[in-house]
């Protein structure tokens, strides 16, 4: 024992040792990011509890039991490196720009100033979105919390984060513009449209169907390939062009910015795709197999983005569902993925 | 003009709606939501205890992070780190080995929150949880990243759950449990608050506190700010035990008299050894005692009051263990030094020792003649006497060594049958936490069951070390090489 113990001696190392032979020094990014999960130790249960706890028993079945084969689920990188420190800065810029574009357009009565063709569409459409945003939050929380890798894990607790900042801009515009115009804001409610438009239906549908996708293949296909992409496309981007085609400026401004984050969300989703698929020969036939069960969800969401943006002096409804399908599916094809058939 | 948050607040958390494609009950099933038998419509009295805008928590994060950085540049720069007191090394080693992971765990526990969580206010504010976890692992794994060259030992920050190193194992069955199996209910009470708005109330100011006064600025600084996002989001247990208190208070007292004494056990582990012996004597403020009177009892009692719920049934002995459960795990952690990842300072100089005496009269009576016998070893040059021949046996709850759990030399069995198999535990309130809920512990093997089980091999100390990855550049052994034992000679 002595003997052991005396072997100690001080040496210094340069990086973790969980790198193993890097060849590079590792950014910043990777010394905060890699191996930072301990449920997925070779052998062992994926918690320090017995084999029968609930903990274990999801764990095992949801994301142990996928269909994905990645021999080191470590070895993905997200393309923008986002730690805590760069993604609080960057955020920061990005609402101090949307803060000065509050202020500005409202010394300017943007609100006032609204059509009712563009009132209509920001109480139709921007308005009801954060039920949607909520959604998206929560469905993308859950990829986090089975994220085999804390570098995929972390990338999701971002987009979580984006969601929230979605649902509260949306609550922000909402409660401006009810105060600014009254009833014809407040009738019949956001909560309304959410439940009952048609055109929200399909929309809603999806992303109370993908609430229900546990194992962890199927919930990021659900999420970062279907329903997220698509309403970023339909609900961000699309209304940010319709709203700037209606004399909503504003809407329109904060909206392209907000679909930075969709950008940056789309990046790391699609290099995930891509590791993914350079990982093992048979994950393309897994993730095209998810993606063609939620074929008729993505369809009835497709279907319904026309008559969802439909506004007078705006891009035309079967335009808008050209430009969003044609949209998903070229971010679909560098991965020798196709949209679902049919 | 821009609007107040509390203009738009109350639109950004209504945000439930009637599912209607499927049955919310399986999107928010109980065995995770914790929803239990409190009606749903009870969930709308939840109340968010802060209010926070994603505008204003990115600005004001953004400042910390920045505060943060600066002070370490400054600091790294003027090579504070080299001239500490190895002894308080020891602390940030456990430290940093032992809570590092748990604050990325502490994501996904928020995450779950942001999921399950039974009321939308709740799914927000798991969000700013979940980001304020991920500032907490990265400003660890940061600050531990910038000392390897200096020491080894700060490898274990990201390793060591990744290892079967017995305490560590201890950390994890525990936050494991509460953290990720736990549904939202049970993991507020426990967590947020019974751990974070109690014990790591103590772990970072008394820390924070020792750092600093042990010229550790930079970690003291980073422990402090660590410490404003805990107090933030810890809140988030008040609510939940509001809803609880009214629908199922039953559930509530149990869920937080297990995690207190689970937490209680951990702490007498990391804290009070870190507290009473590791933190070089001029710099301590309190004793652990004193910061758990002070912090934890008056606090607890407080909360427990509040809400009416009664005093857990042994809290008698609880007050008992403060006065040297942690002196019997320093002991034993000492004894054992070698299946450490750092190097312990056994703190009992005679200096020390008079201090000891001061803040525990009871001490010298209970610990005294075990450090004479050590110190009667090592002065005979019979270092070998000192470290162990065997492992302890440990605890089936909270995976920690049997013995001293309320008092010294208290050895009485306590043991449960349950399913054909026999469990043992470090105390009759470690039997009560497993008696009352069985499953939770059940077949959960500790490292020494494993060890008799043949899963370590060879069955030897060697064999037991290579298996819990210790290694010999981090092994530990006395911290000061038995100076302070030497001390006794000339005495």
Redesign the interface.
């Known amino acids: 024992m002595t003997e052991l113990a005396s072997r100690s001696r001080r040496r210094g190392l340069k990086t973790w040792s969980a790198f193993g032979d890097l060849g590079r020094r590792p950014s910043d990014y990777e010394i905060v990011t890699h191996h930072m999960n301990h449920t997925t130790r070779p052998g062992e249960q994926p918690l320090e509890m017995g084999p029968h706890v609930r903990g274990n028993v999801w764990l095992r079945t949801h994301r142990d039991g996928m269909r994905l084969v990645v021999p080191d689920w470590d070895a993905f990188r997200d393309p923008d490196a986002v730690t805590y420190s760069t993604y609080v800065t960057a955020q920061d810029d990005q609402e101090t720009y949307v803060e000065g574009l509050l202020e500005r357009f409202d010394e300017a009565g943007h609100d006032e100033g609204l059509s009712d063709s563009a009132l209509g569409l920001l109480r139709r459409v921007l308005a009801p979105s954060r039920f949607l945003a909520h959604g998206l939050q929560m469905l993308s929380s859950y990829v986090q919390q089975l994220a085999p890798s804390s570098y995929v894990g972390n990338c999701a607790t971002f987009q979580t984060a984006d969601q929230l900042r979605r649902v509260q801009l949306a609550a922000y515009r909402t409660t401006q513009l009810r105060l600014t115009r009254g009833t014809e804001m407040t009738e019949p409610g956001e909560r309304w449209y959410w439940e009952n438009d048609p055109a929200w239906q399909p929309i809603r549908k999806a992303v109370e169907r993908a609430l229900l996708e546990f194992d962890w293949d199927r919930a990021f296909v659900v999420t970062n390939l279907v329903t997220k992409p698509l309403t970023d496309l339909i609900t961000v981007e699309r209304l940010g062009a319709q709203a700037e085609a209606v004399g909503a400026p504003l809407d329109a401004l904060i909206l392209q910015n907000l679909y930075l984050d969709c950008r940056r969300s789309r990046r790391w989703t699609f290099a995930l795709v891509s590791f993914l698929v350079a990982a093992d020969p048979g994950n393309r036939a897994v993730l095209q197999e998810h993606l063609d069960s939620f074929g008729e969800l993505a369809r009835g969401v497709l279907d319904a983005a026309g008559r969802l943006l439909e506004v007078s002096g705006g891009q035309p409804p079967q335009a808008i569902v050209d430009t969003v399908r044609s949209a998903w599916c070229d971010m679909l094809a560098p991965h020798g993925l196709t949209a679902p058939r049919g | 003009?821009?609007?107040n948050r509390d203009?738009?607040?109350e639109?950004?958390r209504?945000?439930d709606?009637?599912?209607?494609?499927?049955d919310p009950n399986?999107?928010f099933p109980a065995?995770w939501s914790g929803a239990g038998d409190v009606p749903a419509d009870a969930w709308q009295d939840w109340e968010e205890p802060f209010r926070v805008?994603?505008?204003d928590?990115?600005?004001i994060?953004?400042e910390k992070?920045g505060g943060v950085?600066a002070v370490g540049n400054a600091l790294s720069r003027a090579g504070v780190f080299e001239k500490l007191d190895p002894a308080h090394l020891a602390s940030a080693h456990l430290h940093l080995g032992g809570t590092c992971?748990v604050e990325?765990?502490a994501?996904?526990m928020q995450?779950?929150f942001?999921?399950f969580a039974p009321t939308?206010k709740w799914?927000?504010l798991?969000?700013f949880g979940?980001?304020d976890e991920?500032?907490h692992?990265?400003l660890d794994?940061?600050f531990a990243?910038e000392l390897?060259?200096?020491?080894?030992r700060?490898?274990w920050t990201?390793?060591a759950?990744?290892t079967n190193e017995w305490g560590i194992?201890a950390v994890?069955?525990f936050f494991?449990?509460i953290m990720?199996?736990a549904d939202c209910v049970e993991a507020a009470l426990a967590v947020s608050l019974t751990v974070e708005h109690g014990f790591t109330n103590m772990q970072f100011v008394a820390l924070a506190a020792d750092a600093m006064a042990a010229g550790d600025i930079n970690w003291s600084n980073l422990l402090s700010s660590i410490q404003t996002d805990e107090a933030r989001h810890a809140q988030q247990g008040f609510p939940t035990l509001a809803v609880l208190m009214e629908h199922d208070p039953e559930r509530a007292q149990q869920a937080i008299d297990v995690a207190f004494w689970r937490s209680t056990r951990l702490f007498q582990t990391l804290t009070g050894p870190a507290m009473d012996y590791y933190t070089p004597l001029e710099q301590r403020k309190m004793s652990f005692k004193e910061f758990m009177l002070e912090w934890i009892v008056n606090h607890h009692e407080r909360i427990l009051e509040d809400y009416g719920l009664k005093k857990p049934w042994y809290w008698d002995d609880f007050l008992r263990s403060l006065e040297t459960a942690h002196h019997s795990m320093h002991l034993g952690m000492w004894w054992y030094?070698?299946t450490l990842f750092f190097k312990p300072n056994a703190g009992v100089s005679p200096a020390e020792r008079e201090w000891l005496r001061e803040k525990y009269p009871t001490w010298e009576r209970d610990f005294g003649y075990i450090w004479d016998q050590i110190i009667a070893n090592v002065q005979a040059g019979d270092?070998?006497a000192t470290?162990?021949?065997t492992l302890p046996v440990l605890c089936n709850v909270t995976h920690l060594p049997i013995g001293g759990a309320c008092a010294p030399h208290e050895l009485a069995e306590h043991k449960s049958e349950y399913k054909g198999k026999v469990y043992r535990f470090d105390s009759h309130i470690s039997k009560w936490c497993f008696d009352v809920d069985p499953?939770?512990?059940?077949?959960?093997p500790t490292v020494v069951d494993r060890f008799l089980a043949g899963d370590i091999q060879p069955m030897d100390?060697?064999g037991a070390?290579a298996w819990m990855g210790i290694t010999?550049?981090?092994?530990?052994?006395d911290v000061y090489d038995y100076a302070w034992a030497r001390e006794y000679v000339n005495a």
């Open positions: 003009m821009l609007l203009d738009w607040y639109t950004s209504d945000l709606w009637t599912f209607s494609y499927v399986e999107v065995s805008s994603y505008r928590y990115v600005r994060q953004r992070e950085k992971m990325q765990m994501i996904t995450s779950r942001c999921r939308p799914r927000n798991g969000v979940m980001l991920t500032r692992a990265q794994l940061r990243h390897l060259k200096v020491d080894p700060f490898d990201l390793k759950f990744h194992r994890k069955a494991d449990d990720l199996n030094r070698p270092v070998p470290l162990p021949e499953e939770r512990y059940a077949d959960h100390l060697p070390l010999p550049d981090v092994m530990g052994d």
